[in-house]
């Protein structure tokens, strides 16, 4: 469908990165379920923190489908191309570069969508990543800084000069954070400037959201973001739409628990059941967040300790829902 670098891409649907959501649990779900890539949660670039618990399991990809693309956030070049040579000697196929975050405890680090305010700077990071590595690098940002200082294309082209070999936008500014609908005229301009595969981001839900944001803003491919949390199959059901102009349903209540149990078991595998426990609590909110009686069961959910409980509890609650059928 499009290639970055030497990787061809054959679906037009990206999972997009978000910190805390794209785990490997759920990165390696959404690609089984029909995501054409999928970017990591972001690894800061400061490698003197990498020995944490959180970095360290943001950096393991063990048994992660190629290509395997990593998210890398900073604000200062060496530290970023230093972080680039080291998440390429860990595994990663593909670098991306953070300029899209807008959250505070980022953007005050002057990393993130704050970096859209300093072009030169933006243009010394893009060079000096693309330079320390030999696999593409990618870039994701927002449309600017704030309304009024839409510099999207500009960065494009910055990018397309450095040798960025995709670029992601989401059609907000930083000072929008996720308010408001995200606009996409931004994005069909930076798409009659540059020649590199575009990504069209913000406020894609559903499979004809896509096929017209699409047609809009003349991508490459969408990135979906939050509307797969509790949904990994959307990627999927877009991709189907996409190649064949019918829709896919949702999966039944079965599949659905299926789903969502092998989500539940990888987490507990990955993060051991203390942690799995506590992290699966969000997902199983975001898979039940539309299901009649699901705010008396989160509740319960919430308060159970053990890995075993969990998984009884959703076994239960799809029962007693087949059974109302």
Known sequence: MFR???????????????????DRPFRQLCRRLGAGLAVSEMVTSDSRLWHTRKSSLRLDHTGEPEPRSVQIAGGDPDMLAEAARLNVA?????????????????CNKAAGSALLRDEPLVQDILQAVTAAVDVPVTLKIRTGWCPDTRNAIRIARLAEQSGIAALAIHGRTRADGYRGEAEYSTIARVRDEVSIPLFANGDIDSPRKARQVLELTGADAVMIGRAAQGRPW??????????????????????????????????YAFYGDYLGVRIARKHVGWYLQTAEGNRDFRQDFNQLETAHDQVSAVAAFFASRLAAA
């Open 234 to 267: 959307l990627p999927g059901q877009i991709d189907h739409f996409l190649r064949t102009g019918t829709e896919r349903p949702d999966p039944s209540a079965q599949e659905q628990e299926q789903i969502l149990t092998e989500h539940l078991l990888a987490l």
């Open 90 to 106: 860990n595994g990663a196929q593909i670098i991306d570069i953070n300029m899209g975050c807008p959250a505070k405890k980022v």
């Open 4 to 22: 970055i670098g030497p990787y061809s891409i054959d679906s037009r649907v990206i999972l997009a990165p978000m910190a805390g959501v794209t």
